[in-house]
Every structure is written in structure tokens, then in C-alpha cells.
């Protein structure tokens, strides 16, 4: 049980908690105020429209679809790997998991580059293979780069579960798959909530794949509302019509796990379960993971090498290096920003916990959840109202990156400071120092790991956004990833092929995180 400090909140340390919490709401207040800006004759028409109802279908469809079909991957991958006999489970985990070092728009990079006339498959087989467009192209794309998201839940899970469970349903009678239906799947429920969240909310917010492969979702519609500059008012509707989507996904993962007791209640430890053999599964058991790697790591890596080495197309050794110093540029100060946003909202909540503390620290998780095309937008909106300043500035790309990535740095700094002990900070109020001095001396040498982890985290995933610094970057502004998008779109597959090459070794630093706090 973490002890509380004796002393009421600061005022100083609720105002700057409510001051950030602030921050990232009053984007979104402006969208609100944007889209009420339609005339009451033409609310109707532009609520109404049928084209919302042909958006809204094909959003739905392909989040139900990935969902579908992620979860037909993960949950046997998960089983095999952590239950399972299988030789080389590390090593397979870590392959499976990899696909999250690789952005979407990168593997349709691959895909597109290695299919349809001039690709290398063509070379191989003698035919152009055809490429992967519309929603087939989106749910194979976004299928193969999200799956890892609900296996390394479902993996963790089954690595927790008691197997005394199992043991005592066989002992009822039950046999193989029903043991399996009866007594494990019903204690994956929250693995399966929070790996479909993650999943729903990045389908939802995805910008890259859509737009290659030409399947109009919402994030693709408000882009195409916004930059042909058709009716801005129209695409702040759009953008909320998308948030309330993303906020049905937030209530109704709220919903089920409401309520939902998992914990044992028996005495002693919790028991191991034994290997289970794969016997006549191992062949199609190795042919499922051969098949993924090929997909989500083969293919593209494959495309990146074919390209870089076509010898028509010459490297232009200034403009990558502009590119990446331009990512650098822009994900450096957002992660120190993000950071230190992080870290009165992470310790307002841990030491001391309230409905507010809970509440402040669900506002930073509310601008992660919003679409980042939605979120660039009220952003927009914001700066041109107030602060016109900002508009298209690159201090407005980093304080976007810092408050849409806010809550991957509250995380690790929370950790943190849960293992801190609140003693050591009393102790060094009643030698007398204030407590900003008291917390600096006693507290903040132990965070150091746990900033530099979100510092980390938000720094790897600015450099792989691309709405947000499509639509707020500065004018002539390029970063790797605008520039993997562009050229993929152009078919100009030689030229994005060293900065997809940068973005994938960037993105596997990410990779190589998540799976190092796994092992911890």
C-alpha cells in the first residue's frame, strides 16, 4: 500500500496539474465551438448527410474486421507461445512481437513495392502480383501490424493464469477445448478488452494505410475535407463523429470490465501449468508464425533492401539526413516537454490519489485516445483562433506531439514513483527544505530511469507519427515519415526506402522497450 504524504495537495502542484489537464481539453472545446458554427438550417443537412453513413460504414467494418481477425491470430499465437512445448519460444516471441517496429504506412511501402508490375515479386514469379487496395488492403495491413498488440496481452495473461483451474474442470469430466472455452477464455476477458482497445483506437486514428490504399474511412475523409479546403466546418463534425467513436470504444470497455472479480481465493501460490504438447499442431502451429514473419517483417524488409539497391536511383544523402533532422528536431522537445507535463500529473495521483488526482490524470489519456487527425485539427482551429502565432509553427507540431503522447510518459514515471518511498521526501521537509527543494533532493534522483523511459517512448512515437505533423508541420517542413507517405504515394518506392529503412530502426528501439519491461 503506497502511504500518502500528511500534508493537503499544494496549491501549486493542483494548479499546474489542472493547468495541463486544461491544455489538452481546450483543443477539443474549440473543435466543439468550430463545428457549432453551422447554420440551423444546415446542422441538419450536414449531420444527415448520407455520406457519414457510408464513413461510418466503412469505419466499422474494418474495426470489426481487424478485431476479428487480430484476434484469430493472437489468441492461438498467445497459447502457442506460453503454453505450449515449442522450441525457440523467445525467439518466436520476440519475431511475433516485431511487427510493432514497423509503422503501417511502412508495410504498405512493402507491400506496394513488392507487388504490381516492376515489384520484386514480379522478378520471382514471372507475374505481377496485385496489390493490396481498398478494405482488403486496410484489414491485411492494419491486421498484420496491430495483432502483436492483443497477443502481448493474451501472452502476458496466460503466463499468470492458475492451472489448479484447469486441473480441477478435467477432474469434472471436462475434456481438451472445453477446459479451454469453460475455465481459461473466460479469465482473458480483460487481456481481450485491453488488447481490442489499443487496436480499435489505433484503426480508428489510422491516417497512413487508408489513404494508400484509397478505402475512405473518417481520419482519411477529414484529411481530404481539410487540405482541399471544402468546408472546415464540415470536417470538424467529421472529427467529432470520429471522437465519439473512440469515447463508445472508452464506455464500453469501461462497461465490461465493471464489476469484474478475476482474483483467486484459495490459499498458496499460484501453480505452473505443464507443457502441452503440440503433436499433430506443430506443423500448422510453425506455419501460422512463418506466415506472419513473412508478412509483417519479411516482405517489407525485403522491399526496403530491393529498392535501396536499385542503382537508378542514387541515394540523396542531403535530404535524408534533412529528414531525420527534422524528426530529431521535433521529437526531441516534444519528449522532454511531455515529460515534464507527465510528472506533477503522474505524482499529483500517486501521492495523493483522489477523484481528481484520477480525473486530471484521465484527461492526458483522453488526448491520446482522440485520432490524431481530429486532434491536429482542434489544434488548428485553437491556433488560428487564439494564438494565430502558433499556426503552423513548429513550436505547435512539438506541443502537439507532448500532449497527444502525455499519457505514454505518465506511465513509466508513475512506476517510478511508486517505488519511491514518501519517507525519504518527509524527511527531507523536516530538515527544512521546501517541499520543491525536498523533492528535487530526496525524490527526483530515483525517477531518472522512469522519465528517461517516457522521454523514450514519446521521442519513438513522434518520430513515427505522421497526421499530426502532416497537417501542423511547418510549410515545406519534411520529417521521415511525411516523406515515406509521400514518395509510397507517388509510387516512388527507391526514394522512401532509406527513410522507411530509419523509421523501422527507430521504431525497433520501441519494440526492444516494451519487450525488456516484459521481462522486468
Same mark, same amino acid.
Given at each position: 500500500m503506497v502511504s500518502r504524504l500528511s500534508k493537503p495537495i499544494p496549491k501549486g502542484l493542483l494548479a499546474v496539474a489542472l493547468l495541463i489537464g486544461l491544455a489538452v481539453l481546450l483543443p477539443m472545446l474549440y473543435l466543439v465551438l468550430r463545428a457549432a458554427q453551422a447554420e440551423p438550417s444546415q446542422l441538419a443537412e450536414i449531420v444527415l448527410r448520407p455520406r457519414n453513413l457510408y464513413l461510418l460504414g466503412n469505419t466499422l467494418a474494418l474495426l470489426a474486421g481487424v478485431i476479428v481477425l487480430s484476434t484469430l491470430l493472437a489468441l492461438p499465437l498467445a497459447w502457442i507461445t506460453s503454453r505450449t512445448n515449442l522450441r525457440g519460444k523467445r525467439l518466436w516471441t520476440v519475431l511475433l512481437v516485431l511487427p510493432l517496429a514497423v509503422p503501417g504506412y511502412v508495410g504498405v511501402f512493402g507491400f506496394f513495392g513488392a507487388t504490381g508490375s516492376g515489384g520484386w515479386l514480379e522478378m520471382l514469379l514471372g507475374f505481377p502480383w496485385p496489390r493490396p487496395? @481498398?478494405?482488403? @488492403?486496410? &484489414?491485411?495491413? &492494419?491486421? $498484420? =501490424?496491430?495483432?502483436?498488440?492483443? =497477443?502481448?496481452? &493474451? #501472452? /502476458? /495473461? $496466460?503466463? @499468470? $493464469?492458475? !492451472? !489448479? &483451474?484447469?486441473? !480441477?474442470? #478435467? !477432474?469434472? @469430466?471436462?475434456?481438451?477445448?472445453?477446459v479451454f472455452l469453460r475455465v481459461v477464455l473466460p479469465q482473458l476477458r480483460p487481456a481481450l478488452y485491453a488488447g481490442w482497445l489499443l487496436i480499435g483506437l489505433h484503426v480508428l486514428g489510422d491516417f497512413g494505410v487508408v489513404s494508400l490504399v484509397r478505402y475512405e474511412t473518417f481520419s482519411y475523409a477529414i484529411y481530404l475535407q481539410y487540405a482541399a479546403s471544402f468546408d472546415r466546418v464540415y470536417a470538424a463534425w467529421l472529427s467529432l463523429m470520429l471522437i465519439l467513436l473512440t469515447g463508445s470504444l472508452l464506455w464500453l470497455e469501461a462497461r465490461l470490465l465493471k464489476n469484474l472479480t478475476l482474483s483467486r481465493v484459495g490459499l498458496g501460490s499460484a501453480r505452473r501449468p505443464s507443457p502441452v504438447p503440440l503433436g499433430a499442431w506443430s506443423l500448422p502451429a510453425y506455419a501460422l508464425m512463418v506466415l506472419l514473419v513473412v508478412g509483417a517483417l519479411l516482405v517489407p524488409l525485403t522491399s526496403i533492401v530491393y529498392w535501396l539497391n536499385q542503382p537508378a536511383y542514387p541515394l540523396e544523402l542531403s535530404s535524408i539526413k534533412e529528414a531525420l533532422q527534422n524528426s530529431a528536431q521535433a521529437a526531441a522537445p516534444a519528449a522532454l516537454l511531455a515529460a515534464l507535463l507527465a510528472l506533477p500529473l503522474a505524482y499529483l495521483g500517486v501521492r495523493y490519489p483522489s477523484s481528481l488526482s484520477r480525473l486530471l490524470e484521465r484527461a492526458a489519456y483522453l488526448g491520446y485516445a482522440t485520432p490524431p487527425l481530429a486532434f491536429a485539427l482542434a489544434l488548428i482551429f485553437f491556433s488560428l483562433r487564439a494564438l494565430p502565432f502558433l499556426y503552423q509553427s513548429l513550436a505547435l507540431l512539438v506541443l502537439a506531439y507532448a500532449l497527444h503522447f502525455l499519457a505514454e510518459a505518465i506511465g513509466p514515471i508513475r512506476s517510478a514513483l511508486y517505488q519511491a518511498p514518501p519517507r525519504l521526501e518527509e524527511a527531507a521537509r523536516s530538515l527544512g527544505y521546501r517541499p520543491l527543494q525536498a523533492f528535487l533532493k530526496a525524490t527526483f534522483p530515483l525517477l531518472r530511469r522512469g522519465i528517461l523511459a517516457s522521454m523514450a517512448l514519446v521521442f519513438l512515437s513522434a518520430v513515427k507519427e505522421l497526421p499530426l505533423t502532416f497537417l501542423l508541420a511547418p510549410a515545406g517542413y519534411s520529417t521521415l515519415s511525411t516523406?515515406?507517405?509521400?514518395?509510397?504515394?507517388?509510387?516512388m518506392f527507391a526514394e522512401a526506402a532509406p527513410y522507411a529503412l530509419l523509421i523501422v530502426l527507430f521504431s525497433a528501439g520501441l519494440v526492444g522497450l516494451l519487450l525488456t519491461q516484459e521481462r522486468r
Amino acid at each position: 500500500m503506497v502511504s500518502r504524504l500528511s500534508k493537503p495537495i499544494p496549491k501549486g502542484l493542483l494548479a499546474v496539474a489542472l493547468l495541463i489537464g486544461l491544455a489538452v481539453l481546450l483543443p477539443m472545446l474549440y473543435l466543439v465551438l468550430r463545428a457549432a458554427q453551422a447554420e440551423p438550417s444546415q446542422l441538419a443537412e450536414i449531420v444527415l448527410r448520407p455520406r457519414n453513413l457510408y464513413l461510418l460504414g466503412n469505419t466499422l467494418a474494418l474495426l470489426a474486421g481487424v478485431i476479428v481477425l487480430s484476434t484469430l491470430l493472437a489468441l492461438p499465437l498467445a497459447w502457442i507461445t506460453s503454453r505450449t512445448n515449442l522450441r525457440g519460444k523467445r525467439l518466436w516471441t520476440v519475431l511475433l512481437v516485431l511487427p510493432l517496429a514497423v509503422p503501417g504506412y511502412v508495410g504498405v511501402f512493402g507491400f506496394f513495392g513488392a507487388t504490381g508490375s516492376g515489384g520484386w515479386l514480379e522478378m520471382l514469379l514471372g507475374f505481377p502480383w496485385p496489390r493490396p487496395t @481498398g478494405y482488403l @488492403g486496410a &484489414l491485411g495491413v &492494419l491486421t $498484420l =501490424f496491430t495483432y502483436p498488440y492483443l =497477443f502481448l496481452n &493474451l #501472452r /502476458a /495473461a $496466460l503466463l @499468470g $493464469l492458475d !492451472s !489448479s &483451474l484447469e486441473e !480441477s474442470a #478435467r !477432474s469434472l @469430466g471436462y475434456r481438451g477445448f472445453e477446459v479451454f472455452l469453460r475455465v481459461v477464455l473466460p479469465q482473458l476477458r480483460p487481456a481481450l478488452y485491453a488488447g481490442w482497445l489499443l487496436i480499435g483506437l489505433h484503426v480508428l486514428g489510422d491516417f497512413g494505410v487508408v489513404s494508400l490504399v484509397r478505402y475512405e474511412t473518417f481520419s482519411y475523409a477529414i484529411y481530404l475535407q481539410y487540405a482541399a479546403s471544402f468546408d472546415r466546418v464540415y470536417a470538424a463534425w467529421l472529427s467529432l463523429m470520429l471522437i465519439l467513436l473512440t469515447g463508445s470504444l472508452l464506455w464500453l470497455e469501461a462497461r465490461l470490465l465493471k464489476n469484474l472479480t478475476l482474483s483467486r481465493v484459495g490459499l498458496g501460490s499460484a501453480r505452473r501449468p505443464s507443457p502441452v504438447p503440440l503433436g499433430a499442431w506443430s506443423l500448422p502451429a510453425y506455419a501460422l508464425m512463418v506466415l506472419l514473419v513473412v508478412g509483417a517483417l519479411l516482405v517489407p524488409l525485403t522491399s526496403i533492401v530491393y529498392w535501396l539497391n536499385q542503382p537508378a536511383y542514387p541515394l540523396e544523402l542531403s535530404s535524408i539526413k534533412e529528414a531525420l533532422q527534422n524528426s530529431a528536431q521535433a521529437a526531441a522537445p516534444a519528449a522532454l516537454l511531455a515529460a515534464l507535463l507527465a510528472l506533477p500529473l503522474a505524482y499529483l495521483g500517486v501521492r495523493y490519489p483522489s477523484s481528481l488526482s484520477r480525473l486530471l490524470e484521465r484527461a492526458a489519456y483522453l488526448g491520446y485516445a482522440t485520432p490524431p487527425l481530429a486532434f491536429a485539427l482542434a489544434l488548428i482551429f485553437f491556433s488560428l483562433r487564439a494564438l494565430p502565432f502558433l499556426y503552423q509553427s513548429l513550436a505547435l507540431l512539438v506541443l502537439a506531439y507532448a500532449l497527444h503522447f502525455l499519457a505514454e510518459a505518465i506511465g513509466p514515471i508513475r512506476s517510478a514513483l511508486y517505488q519511491a518511498p514518501p519517507r525519504l521526501e518527509e524527511a527531507a521537509r523536516s530538515l527544512g527544505y521546501r517541499p520543491l527543494q525536498a523533492f528535487l533532493k530526496a525524490t527526483f534522483p530515483l525517477l531518472r530511469r522512469g522519465i528517461l523511459a517516457s522521454m523514450a517512448l514519446v521521442f519513438l512515437s513522434a518520430v513515427k507519427e505522421l497526421p499530426l505533423t502532416f497537417l501542423l508541420a511547418p510549410a515545406g517542413y519534411s520529417t521521415l515519415s511525411t516523406r515515406i507517405w509521400g514518395y509510397t504515394a507517388e509510387a516512388m518506392f527507391a526514394e522512401a526506402a532509406p527513410y522507411a529503412l530509419l523509421i523501422v530502426l527507430f521504431s525497433a528501439g520501441l519494440v526492444g522497450l516494451l519487450l525488456t519491461q516484459e521481462r522486468r
